[in-house]
């Protein structure tokens, strides 16, 4: 792992503390295959694990192509918010999966503070769906998943492409594809159609074959959703009409045995008055 990743200087913008952070070499990656929400799995060391940079003086944390771009009116946010709680930590060296978690919750957090694009947090959320994922937390990966989710599908229309790192077929299919593991069959439907419809998808081929295996399984799924749904509506029919059936028995014999009571009980009030006279 260690000729894998290299130290890359870098000085904080806040702060201007100058400190090191791990970075993969790209010469170095090697995919092993992709999830259909977009992870990849990767045969060497996963640089998802370094994507968020932190200053280890003051805390300002964000993903790498977002660090230099803070404005000089943000700087009191991030120290008021965040430097003056501050506990100095170091996440420069090797990161653990319970580690590169924490510094994309921080960046998220952070985000929000300085109210950058939703599309920013959404990506974070993404990449914290997949570090979960990792970890096999499958509770907090759904979580981070519809959060995501929610991000995108608002963004979509609302922010400029390419948003979090892609443009907007790959985001469209994304929409699609959550939407579908969450079982929003409709929904997702209506995105793959999107991705399908954008006139960019011809140069993508990768994610063409994606949208169209994944909207043919959305297709299936929903069809068979459907028909579980139908029988089980029909057994619920089934099940209120044998419950009826056996009221309106029930309701029959006691009505049979109150008639018959009735008439044993005129008997023998007939028969006690004719003993009496």
């Not at 994610?207 to 994944?214: D, G, L, S």
Request: with cysteine; glycine share 6%; aromatic share 12%.
């Amino acid at each position: 792992m260690d000729k894998e990743l290299y130290d890359k200087k870098v000085k904080c913008p806040i702060c201007k503390n100058e400190f090191t952070t791990k970075k993969i070499k790209t010469s170095a990656l090697r995919i092993d295959k992709r999830d259909t929400d977009l992870y990849v799995h990767y045969k060497t060391v996963n640089p998802y694990l370094y994507s968020v940079w932190v200053c280890p003086k003051c805390g300002y944390a964000a993903m790498e192509g977002k660090y230099n771009i803070i404005k000089k009116y943000q700087h009191n946010i991030i120290t008021e918010n965040i430097t003056n709680l501050w506990n100095p930590r170091d996440y420069g060296k090797k990161r653990n999966i319970d580690e590169a978690i924490q510094t994309h919750k921080l960046a998220i957090y952070e985000g929000n503070l300085l109210n950058w694009e939703k599309s920013y947090i959404g990506g974070l959320s993404l990449r914290l769906t997949w570090l979960y994922r990792l970890k096999g937390d499958k509770g907090l990966e759904i979580k981070f998943q519809k959060y995501a989710l929610t991000i995108f599908t608002d963004c979509f229309s609302k922010e400029i492409f390419p948003m979090a790192g892609m443009d907007s077929v790959s985001m469209a299919y994304l929409i699609g594809e959550l939407n579908r593991r969450f079982q929003n069959y409709e929904e997702s439907i209506k995105w793959f159609q999107t991705a399908l419809k954008d006139p960019n998808i011809k140069r993508k081929r990768l994610i063409e074959n994606m949208v169209r295996n994944q909207w043919f399984i959305a297709i299936e799924e929903h069809k068979k959703l459907k028909q579980l749904a139908a029988k089980s509506e029909e057994n619920n029919e089934e099940s209120n009409d044998i419950e009826e059936n056996e009221k309106e028995q029930k309701g029959r014999i006691k009505i049979e045995q109150n008639s018959n009571g009735d008439r044993g009980s005129k008997i023998g009030k007939k028969l006690f008055f004719r003993g009496a006279l």
